[in-house]
């Protein structure tokens, strides 16, 4: 279980299979990984990052000293994504 807690009081879980997101002042958002179509993350020349789920439904900023833990976060979805599209997963 991966959970970021990002200083907009956002809170990002990712399981490997669903990733939630429950926002302060949005609805809570939930994505099969199935769902997520490539994840998008741009960087800031400041080091902070955009990152933008679901089609460019949700759409996360990620202060300079929370990008490693965004990192972690798009490394992980990529990773579960890559094991999903193998024939031996289904």
Known sequence: ???LRLRT???????GRVLEIFDTTDASRRFHIAQ???T???????????LALGEG???LA???DEAPA???LLAA????????????SR
């Open 1 to 3: 279980m991966l959970e």
């Open 9 to 15: 009081g956002t809170v990002i879980a990712f399981d």
């Open 36 to 38: 997520l179509s490539a």
């Open 40 to 50: 998008e993350s741009v960087e800031t020349a400041e080091g902070a990052r955009t």
């Open 57 to 59: 439904s949700v759409i």
């Open 62 to 64: 990620c202060a300079r």
């Open 70 to 72: 965004c990192a972690r």
């Open 77 to 88: 979805i990529a990773e579960a994504q890559a094991a999903l599209a193998r024939p031996d």
